[in-house]
């Protein structure tokens, strides 16, 4: 387990420097730059969908040739120079190359890393192990986000330019997850590219219908930044906005762990439904609520919907894929939900912008109902080897 608690403590120290900017990066393009909704959907789409076909190529190359670690390396190392480019930018279209950097480095680092969570644990404690990361994970995203609320407001570091004061302290918990990643042990020595390579039309039926689901879902995924904006929308101000993001993340910290133990015991399909069910639930309500006690509810149950999907999808996966193809079976994955996100926060944006704000979560808890349904249907099938 010990490589896995590195694994997630490089994940909290990378996500406190990463989450401190995504927070108010829509308010800092809309405040400062100028930007709209349609321009901020546009850069998210991009930033994610760019990098995407980078997670699926990085999980095959570390599959075949190993690496692991020093591919992880690479991609870490994106989010300290992303900070330097936004710091120094002067318009949206540097922001715009400074998000596709973090986003291509998240795609290098991905499959790998999630590999190497799954050959620390035993085959019976994926939900365990990926829970445990993922806790780690999102606990990093609530101190930044946390961080990021404290220098808006002027809690610390008052009197300084607050979007730029935050651009630098991110810089120091990047450099310490980087620095975290040297004690990680890579334990699978480099293949020899004998092996089968990974495929599409190899996959077991029940992934692959599982991964077309998850697309279709994804397209109602769309960037966060679009939940904040609705939230402000609604009447929250600025900075109680990004404290709803802090209450999301904290709870799916705090019950990411206990979720993987569930999948673990009740398997992957009870979980991941219910999860899904949550989804649909929190983005209808947000569609229809402006009360600020019902949206922080929602954001609690919001955080419900991470821990029960975000590490039991990644060992649901690991369940059916023979070894070889971990990786990139993982990078596939991360690759579907990646290229989905562009159109999903185009259609985000235009929904929003000329419709209305509600639009765009009416359509994405419609899909999340479709996706529960399906996905208890495709796992509920015969498996040539267990989901379970």
């Not at 190993?66 to 540097?94: D, E, P, Q, T």
């Not at 969570?117 to 946390?146: R, W």
């Not at 639930?281 to 009360?291: D, E, F, H, Q, R």
Request: charged share 15%; glycine share 10%.
């Amino acid at each position: 387990m010990s490589n896995i608690v590195l694994l997630g403590l490089v994940s909290l120290f990378t996500d406190i420097s990463t989450e401190m900017v995504y927070p108010i990066l829509p308010l800092y393009l809309s405040a400062v730059m100028g930007a709209g909704p349609a321009v901020i959907g546009i850069i998210e789409g991009i930033a994610e969908s760019i990098a995407s076909i980078i997670k699926l190529f990085s999980g095959i190359i570390a599959d075949r040739y190993g690496h692991k670690k020093r591919l992880a390396f690479a991609g870490y190392a994106s989010s300290l120079i992303n900070k330097i480019i936004i710091l120094f930018s002067v318009s949206w279209g540097g922001v715009l190359a400074a998000r596709i950097i973090d986003r291509f480095g998240k795609g290098i680092r991905t499959a790998p890393r999630d590999a190497m969570v799954a050959e620390s644990a035993d085959k019976s404690q994926q939900g365990k192990a990926f829970g445990l990361h993922k806790g780690l994970d999102l606990l990093g995203t609530a101190i930044g986000i946390m961080l990021a609320w404290l220098i808006v407001s002027g809690f610390i570091f008052p009197g300084h330019d607050h979007y730029r004061t935050i651009f630098i302290v991110s810089m120091v918990p990047a450099v310490i997850g980087l620095s975290v990643l040297g004690f990680v042990k890579d334990k699978k020595a480099a293949k020899t590219g004998k092996s089968v390579l990974f495929s599409w039309k190899n996959l077991d039926i029940r992934l692959k219908l599982f991964l077309i689901f998850i697309f279709l879902f994804t397209l109602g995924h769309f960037s966060n930044a679009f939940v904040i904006l609705r939230a402000v929308d609604a009447g929250f101000s600025k900075t109680d906005a990004i404290l709803l993001y802090f209450i999301y993340n904290m709870t799916g910290s705090l019950l990411s762990y206990p979720a993987g133990l569930l999948s673990d015991k009740f398997g992957r399909k009870n979980i991941l439904c219910i999860g899904y069910f949550l989804f649909g639930i929190v983005y209808l309500g947000i569609a229809m609520v402006a009360n600020s006690a019902a949206f922080i509810a929602l954001f609690v149950v919001y955080g419900f919907y991470t821990a029960l999907t975000a590490g039991v999808e990644r060992a649901l996966i690991v369940d059916i894929v023979p070894e070889e193809h971990k990786a990139g079976a993982l990078g596939l994955h991360a690759a579907i939900v990646g290229i989905g996100l562009l159109p999903a926060s185009i259609i985000a944006g235009f929904l929003y912008e000329k419709i209305s704000s509600s639009a765009p979560f009416l359509f994405s808890g419609i899909l999340a109902f479709i996706t529960c349904a399906a996905v208890f249907v495709i796992l509920s099938l015969k498996p040539a080897q267990s989901a379970q």
